[in-house]
């Protein structure tokens, strides 16, 4: 072989084995939730999410509602090709043997008209009963009807979306200046629902809620999403697990082969490094221009 089509095979070679090393799965779990992506919104968080899934590996993937923002992408069409590839990558996992289960969420309530359907391997369920490696019946739900404002006043939720997607771009300029000033990353609308009276006291109610119903319903514990806030714990002897969102919490829900449940938090990781990415890149300082020397006259 010619020494040179031998060196052009190892490198096609090596970018192979980078590619493969790229999406060698670094955790190994039994179950993963997701919840919250907003496909379709500027907040989505889709390389940091593209991540997670490349570089792990689960027997069933619950996608647990609002996975495609559908609110925003009827007031203004945004859709970039990470976004694409998200869902080509959920759609690849599928056709590679995990069990992908889609739960609608209230953002994306149109595919709700399609429950008891399948979609290129992705089964679409309005609820349902998960299992754990050690015997415990979970309800997977995203939990939008347990929010008395979705509910009650529906204007008053789409008044609130905009609220929240104002919120999340003043948090990006915020800490776009102080990236600037390598100062870390910091979550406005994080410190605003732990401090604010009235949104402790709505995820409070929403978390007693959602136990409660899943009391009636003879379970051990449920799985939820849509209020962007990852959380396990017991309450009144039920099992209450949020897996968060991927818009700032950038967290998961995982069952190892055990039967552990762990919320997997990748924002102190991944968000500096997306704030970094997204600042303007540094103009190169123009070359000092050398002092005209006067003609002799």
Known sequence: MHPEHARMLTDTQAAAMAAAAEDEPSLRVRTVWISDLHLGTPGCQAQALLEFLRTTECQTLYLVGDIIDGWQLRRSWYWPQAHNDVVQKLLRKARKGTRVIFVPGNHDEFARKYVA????????????????????RLWVTHGDMFDGVIQCAKWLAYVGDAAYEFTLKVNHWFNSARARLGLPYWSLSKYLKLKVKRAV????????????????????????????????????GVLYCNDGDWVESLTALV???????EIIDRSAELMPRLVQAALPAARPAEPALAPVKPSAG
Not at 117 to 136: K, S
Not at 204 to 219: L, T
Not at 255 to 261: F, I, N, T
């Open 201 to 236: 006291s709505f995820i409070s109610d929403f978390e007693q809620a959602v136990a409660r119903e899943a009391r009636k319903r003879g379970v051990q514990g449920v799985v939820c999403g849509h209020i962007h806030h990852a959380e396990i714990r017991r309450i009144d």
């Open 255 to 261: 069952e190892h082969h055990d039967g552990r449940l």
């Open 117 to 136: 359907h399948n979609f290129g391997g992705v089964d679409v369920m309005d609820e349902c009963i998960h299992v754990t490696a050690d015997g415990q």
